[in-house]
């Protein structure tokens, strides 16, 4: 048994180790201009991966200002205003959402949301925050806007079921102070239960970001793929993951695969950090009760 | 100033179980009146049916009628606007965690739209020292939370906290049961002096306490309102023997 | 309802602003928004999966193979043949490795080490899958030289083995202390303790965490994408690259071609069934496991 418990642990040796070995060349090629650079060429084996990082953050910035406010407000909901028949029928139905998987969500971004986006969000954004310079450029559906859309979609699960989590541990006690002083039911919410429950629910905010900045099928189904970096969220774009998908089977020449490896070895080590720090305020608002396990 | 509290043919219900068996009883204002009686027996229930918390529990319902003042509890004021008339005190003492000491006695008045500083600085110093907290606290009253206080220090914040919005009627819920002594006397003497400007319901089953500080007394059992008296009467010479019964100690 | 006497010499609290009354609605109603918003696109996807899928889900395509690019028809046999074939060998490395993790945790592990391991294993978890592909890639093809069922299998596992551990530890915190110490008052060993009496008492809860990380990987594309690689053609050998219903939805999904787009839907229908019904048959033994006392 104990040598399981160390096996885990080899493992992530193991994963750190592989993608070590496998960046040196690029390490060594380009230092930390790797990631300060735009120039992405495999034909004259340059490699530069800023559009890559910036394609990651902007649309895990998008998916994260949609994502937040929806996951708590069902979160809101299902806890505290829901009437009891219906919160095991919405809850599940919430975690269903999380059961489906990445290319799904793509294939169905790629022929319904894409469309729509096209046809009348694109147009009806350009329309009216067209001077903030955001949204401008043809509207083919493809885009960073498109990625961030699928991605929120996908977080809000997540976000929406740890937040449930520490609003739940609130004790009803903090909730019946707030009624007893006059509190109407939203601002009973408010004080007694989101105030108490905040470190939670930032952990839970920080999760889903960690979720969308990994996620890779369906971003690059509908990303666009092009190695730019643009003021409009209306163009195409390219993440992190999606360079590694398209493009990682069929490098050829070490130096390629090796600054592919090496976005392998950047994305790896983001998300650690990201999901550490957010299972760290989690676990300070629920003060290690198990939780249940997040598929 | 205090008001009185009627209450007429009170039932009150848990789903299908029944709790509390037609209740009759006059509160008057300016004076404690002590609820005692074994666990169980129904006045927890019946003290937050006077300001509609027992709605909070699902399948809880309640049938009769509740005034208190000229206000009718049950047929036209909202549950919000009443509980900002009727203040609670809790068992457990619960102050926000999250809100500085300052914070926590404004709470309510923040609700209500009260903003001003030195509107709210005022009162709040009134009520801390109306609950004899004041001098213990003035010093950190920003910077420490309300959690970071002891056990007894916190029922008075919480005291402070529900007197701060100027109840008419104070509900206490077993106050002291989680104190030790030493603040269990402190609040005690707090409730003779409260009384003068208020009109307090203490729920206990520390008898002597409601010796101490009520002057009058109702005895529950098994959901109905055995006796309701003077404390001195109830406990020296009550009329029923199921009184008698549990002031001697021979059950509960 | 005015107070005329203040106690507190402080101004009189007025009755309830309709301004607190209106925010109270507006955030129900905003609320009950959120949670429309939510669930739309879920129905959205269920329902386009199955208007777009259905039509397409015939014996032909439950048993043929892929016909070549351009010609109509064919079917997704091999992929669910693959899949079949590499969420076996994934669960062959995987659920052992996971369930000795979550033993060690929750017998032998309350202590600095088994913080260290839970820590780790809470990391791997949120391990982007596609770098979980970088790192069987380097393991496994490069040392073959070529993509392999194993290749995909190992990723795959890889990705299993925390949720099955941190499962697998809960459903064994779960059983009582009791039960244990009834087992060593009888003379019986920690080990053999463990393994016949609390795993057997955990062992509904234990499944439940296999079938949950079984349905997560099921779906899995990235980690596959160059450890698997895909096959147009039936594969049983563990070292050749191998078809898997994902990869192929994900390949016709970017085709020109109407007909694999079709095909795809179709292949979307069958796997989200097979997820869902992993799911729902969780529920199910969880429920009967609680009934029967586990």
């Known amino acids: ?157 997540i976000i929406s079921s740890i937040t449930r989590e520490v609003m739940t541990v609130v004790p009803q006690h903090q909730r019946e102070a707030a009624l007893a002083l006059g509190a109407t039911r939203w601002e009973m919410i408010r004080l007694g239960v989101l105030r108490n429950a905040r470190a939670g629910i930032v952990g839970a905010v920080i999760l889903g970001l960690g979720r969308a900045l990994g996620e890779t099928m369906a971003v690059t189904m509908v990303i666009g793929n092009r190695p730019e970096i643009s003021k409009s969220l209306f163009d195409f774009g390219y993440s992190m993951a999606s360079v590694l998908a398209n493009e990682f089977s069929e490098a050829t020449g070490d130096l390629y695969l090796s600054a592919l490896i090496e976005i392998g070895l950047a994305l790896f080590l983001v998300t650690i950090v990201v999901n550490a720090l957010a299972r760290l305020m989690v676990w300070s608002v629920t003060r290690g009760q198990p939780a249940r396990t997040i598929a | 100033m205090g008001v009185g509290i009627t209450v007429e043919h009170l039932n009150a219900f848990y789903g299908k179980t029944q709790a509390l068996f037609d209740i009759n009883l006059t509160v008057q204002a300016n004076h404690a009146t002590a609820l005692i009686g074994p666990s169980g027996c129904g006045k927890s229930t019946f003290i937050r049916c006077l300001n509609r918390m027992h709605e909070t529990i699902p399948e809880a319902r309640v049938e009769g009628k509740v005034r208190i003042g000229e206000l009718s509890v049950y047929n036209g004021t909202s549950a919000t606007q009443l509980r900002r008339r009727v203040g609670m005190v809790f068992q457990k003492p619960n102050p926000f965690p999250t809100m500085s000491i300052y914070d926590n006695v404004a709470a309510g008045l923040k609700l209500n739209g009260f903003r001003k500083r030195k509107q709210l600085d005022e009162v709040v110093e009134k009520s801390l020292r109306s609950s004899a907290l004041f001098d213990e606290v003035k010093d950190s009253l920003h910077k420490k939370s309300g959690a970071s206080l002891s056990g007894g220090q916190q029922q008075r914040l919480c005291i402070a906290r529900a007197l701060a919005v100027q109840p008419e009627v104070l509900l206490m819920d077993e106050p002291c049961s989680a104190l030790d002594p030493i603040s269990t006397g402190k609040i005690e003497e707090l409730i003779f002096q409260l009384k003068e400007q208020y009109t307090i319901v203490i729920v206990t089953h520390n008898m002597q306490q409601a010796a101490r500080v009520a002057e009058f007394t109702g005895f529950f059992l098994l959901g109905k309102l055995v006796e309701f008296d003077k404390t001195e009467k109830v406990f020296t010479n009550p009329s029923d023997k199921r009184t008698e019964d549990y002031v001697t100690g021979r059950f509960g | 309802m005015a107070d005329t006497n203040s106690n507190l010499g402080a101004p009189v609290v007025p009755p309830i602003s309709w301004r607190r009354r209106a925010t109270d609605n507006l955030m129900t109603g905003l609320s009950i928004l959120t949670v429309v918003i939510v669930l739309a696109p879920l129905f959205a996807i269920f329902a386009y999966l199955v208007y777009k899928g259905i039509g397409s889900i015939n014996l032909a395509f439950l048993t043929q193979t892929p016909k070549p690019v351009g010609e109509v028809g064919g079917g997704m046999a091999n992929a669910i043949a693959g899949t079949a074939l590499i969420l076996g060998i994934a669960s062959l490395l995987g659920v052992p490795f996971g369930i000795g993790a979550g033993v060690f945790l929750s017998e032998y592990g309350r202590n600095r080490f088994g913080d260290a391991v839970r820590f780790v294993s809470d990391v791997l978890n949120g391990v982007p899958s596609i770098v979980i592909g970088i790192v069987a890639y380097g393991l496994v093809v490069v040392r073959q030289k070529h993509f392999s069922a194993l290749a995909g299998g190992v990723a795959l596992a890889i990705m299993m083995i925390p949720t099955i551990a941190r499962t697998t530890e809960q459903m064994l915190l779960l059983v009582p202390q009791a039960i244990r110490e009834a087992a060593y008052g009888l003379g019986v060993s920690r080990w053999r303790t463990t393994l016949s009496i609390t795993l057997r008492t955990a062992t509904s809860g234990i499944i439940t965490g296999v079938m949950l990380a079984f349905a997560r990987v099921a779906g899995e594309t990235a980690p596959l994408l160059f450890t698997a690689f895909g096959n147009q053609f039936w594969n049983w050998k563990l070292n050749q690259p191998t078809a898997a219903l994902s990869l192929q939805i994900y390949t016709y999904a970017l085709s020109p071609f109407d007909d694999w787009h079709r095909q795809a839907w179709a292949g979307s229908l069958v796997l989200i069934v097979l997820i869902v019904s992993a799911v729902a048959a969780v529920r199910i033994v969880v429920r009967r496991g609680k009934l029967a006392g586990a």
């Open chain 1, 1 to 157: 048994m104990r040598l399981c418990g160390f096996g885990v642990v080899v493992l992530l040796a193991l994963i750190v180790y592989e993608l070590l070995i496998g960046s040196q060349l690029s390490w060594h090629a380009f230092g930390w201009k790797f990631f300060a650079q735009s120039d992405w060429n495999p034909v004259e084996d340059q490699y530069g991966a800023l559009p890559f990082v910036f394609g990651t953050l902007v649309s895990s910035l998008i998916a994260l200002i949609i994502a937040v406010p929806l996951a708590v407000g069902v979160a809101v909901f299902i806890t505290e205003m829901c009437p009891i028949w219906l919160r095991g029928m919405l809850s599940f139905t919430t975690e269903l959402l999380a059961a489906i998987p990445s290319v799904i969500y793509g294939l169905w971004a790629i022929f319904v949301l894409i469309p729509i986006l096209r046809t009348y969000v694109e147009p009806f954004l350009a329309k009216t925050l067209g001077w903030t310079g955001l949204f401008s450029g043809p509207p083919y559906g493809y885009s960073l806007l498109a990625a961030g859309i699928i991605l929120a979609i996908m977080i809000v699960p």
